[in-house]
């Protein structure tokens, strides 16, 4: 048997957000394999700077890195059950472990506060069951070596990553996909179809499946099987439509609200500080005004851009004002210390490379280099921030939900959001239309139709709801742990969910105003002016478009070859050329084929 991280025996509350690394295989040749499960975990040192742990015996090598918010020394992973049969590595936070902890007393003897305990006990405990009765994101491992078999498991949001590769008689899995690479024995492989989507409907890309060949993504809500017979997946969380409520608008709202009150309190739990992302946008301003109203003042961070108050959003797809004078509304009735973080022009060339570096996804849209930035920021104050993340996607706050011609069809919302993507010719004819089909399957596959006004609706709904959000908590995650920075999501709470789920769209979108019901749960805690602005999206520097189109030109010109594998890179670098400036799509689609570029140079990526 290998080290096994023992569960302390002090009584403290600690939770770590971590990276997750680990190789199966039954032939009892797991052993021979450490360095390689060593290389996948030390490849996500930026996700735990502040610990590391290794487990092994001939089926099964188990690693972590550790980001430890309380209570350091006593939450070293894998932890191992008292009689050695189950080794967890986990990565996330239940937020309900006090509870079950209490409910878990009479059949384990815990020798920690953590919820790590509580999840290796609960998965004792109850078997696979226990994913049922968490409250929180999640992503663990349980390696059973009594049975010689794993079950792995992910929240329902997909807040938490997990991805796995399975070849021949070997299963090896990560937190991030470009950690694999480390473990792969052959250069990697662009996935096709993966990286066309990504630069044809960049919004739902990176979901499905990794950019990389051979690798999968646990899916949100699922559940995986390792046996020595194979691997199985299955949902455990299986939405249906609820039953809608009969409470009135209301009492609904403060139903909404008293959920929401309690999923702020339960994100603000942690030894070391929690700030706040702050946009000065509805979402943001009501998790700081319930954090305020718990009795906490989190640090708040905001970004602005040099100038960005003379910015046109008006010309803008989805920035529609500016976060600045709201941000700073925000923060003085709230009485939250606030944070600028200015991203600095004269690096963004750098930025963009950085932001392709960590983005194993790719980089879906410009505004990831001031999320990058914003992260960095505050993680020099701050181990974890509270963000607005899932509030639009759960609530109905998309503008275009309003518009009877955008839901009534997949195409239609990638063409008010998208332009010509420039594929290299003879890549994928009507690449829009392609796309927009296989979206409407799958709404369809879920039990949605396109046939009225009302089932559009709906079915775009279920689309922003399980392949936007994901993007955008993928991204989340991914630019915050790339800093040691966790990103805590109160819209993802679980009960919150459920009293979102139970209003129907007339409600949400009550007087054609997006999130309505949502507005009606904030009035009273936030100032009237955030209540009701319209929602603007994470803001990007307005200033850079000459700086893309050069970085796009040099970066093309000296590494465009595995980018002219889907890309017209001859029709880019006229462009690039031209002097005419760059309108919003052109400029996404230079900043989209010089992130490619830079992830393939640096992954050494085949995408021919």
């Keep these: ?135 929180g994101m999640f992503a663990f491992l349980v390696w059973d070596t009594w049975q010689r078999r794993a079950f792995a498991a992910r929240d329902r949001l997909g807040i938490k990553p997990f991805v796995f590769m399975q070849d021949h008689d070997e299963f090896v899995f990560a937190s991030e996909a470009k950690a694999l690479l480390s473990a792969m024995r052959t250069r990697p492989r662009a996935h096709r179809e993966a990286v066309t989507e990504y630069l044809v409907a960049p919004f739902f890309s990176g979901v499905a499946r990794p950019m990389f060949d051979g690798m999968a993504y646990l899916a949100p809500g699922h559940v995986l099987h390792v046996a020595e017979d194979g691997i199985r997946t299955r949902p455990w969380c299986v939405e249906r439509d609820p039953p809608r409520t009969a409470a009135s608008w209301t009492d609904t709202a403060h139903t909404l609200r008293h959920h929401l009150d309690q999923a702020v309190r339960h994100t603000l739990i942690a030894d070391a500080p929690v700030g706040l992302f702050l946009s000065g946008g509805l979402d943001s301003t009501l998790i700081g005004a319930l954090a305020k109203q718990a009795g906490a003042t989190p640090q708040s961070f905001t970004l602005a851009f040099e100038g960005h108050a003379t910015y046109d959003y008006a010309a803008s797809l989805i920035v529609g004002s500016d976060d600045q004078p709201y941000a700073e509304l925000a923060s003085t009735q709230l009485g939250l210390p606030r944070m600028d973080v200015v991203p600095l022009r004269a690096t963004f060339a750098d930025s963009v490379r950085d932001v392709a570096t960590q983005n194993d996804a790719l980089p879906a849209w410009e505004q990831e280099v001031a999320q990058h930035h914003l992260a960095r920021a505050a993680s020099r104050r701050v181990k974890a921030v509270m963000v607005g993340d899932a509030a639009d996607e759960t609530h109905f706050g998309y503008h275009f939900l309003l518009d009877p011609h955008a839901v009534a069809d997949p195409l239609h919302v990638l063409q008010r959001l998208t332009g010509d993507p420039y594929l290299r010719p003879g890549l994928l004819d009507a690449p829009l239309v392609h796309f927009a089909g296989l979206y409407r399957q799958l709404a369809v596959d879920a039990g949605h139709a396109w046939s009225t006004p009302g089932d559009g609706l709906r079915a775009t709904q279920w689309l922003v709801r399980h392949r936007w959000l994901q993007r955008l908590l993928h991204n989340g995650d991914i630019h915050g742990m790339a800093h040691g920075l966790e990103a805590r999501v109160p819209f993802g709470d679980t009960d919150l969910l459920e009293v979102a789920a139970s209003v129907s769209p007339d409600d949400a979108l009550r007087h054609g105003v997006e999130k309505a019901l949502l507005r009606e749960a904030a009035r009273g805690l936030v100032p009237e002016a955030i209540r009701c602005r319209r929602k603007s999206a994470l803001p990007k520097d307005q200033g850079t478009g000459e700086a893309i189109r050069r970085h796009a030109r040099d970066t093309l010109a000296t590494h465009g070859e595995p980018v002219a594998a889907v890309m017209d890179v001859p029709r880019l670098l006229r462009r690039c050329e031209d002097a005419r400036p760059l309108d919003e799509h052109e400029r996404a689609v230079m900043f989209r084929a010089a992130s490619l570029s830079h992830w393939a140079t640096l992954h050494d990526v085949d995408i021919a």
């Design 1 to 135: 048997m290998g080290h096994v991280a023992p569960a302390a025996a002090r009584p403290r509350r600690y939770r770590l957000m971590c990276g997750l690394a680990g190789l199966i295989r039954f032939d009892g040749g797991a052993r021979g394999q450490i360095a390689r499960v060593l290389a996948v975990r030390d490849r996500q040192r930026h996700r735990g700077p502040d610990g590391e742990g290794l487990w092994h015996d001939e089926h099964a090598v188990l690693g972590h890195t550790r980001l430890a918010l309380l209570d350091a020394p006593h939450g070293a992973q894998p932890m191992a059950s008292p009689d050695g049969r189950y080794v967890l590595v986990y990565n996330g936070e239940v937020y309900n472990h006090d509870a079950l902890r209490r409910e878990l007393a009479a059949h384990w003897s815990f020798r920690s506060s953590s919820d790590s305990e509580v999840v290796l006990a609960a998965y004792a405990t109850w078997g696979e069951a226990c994913v049922l009765r968490f409250n």
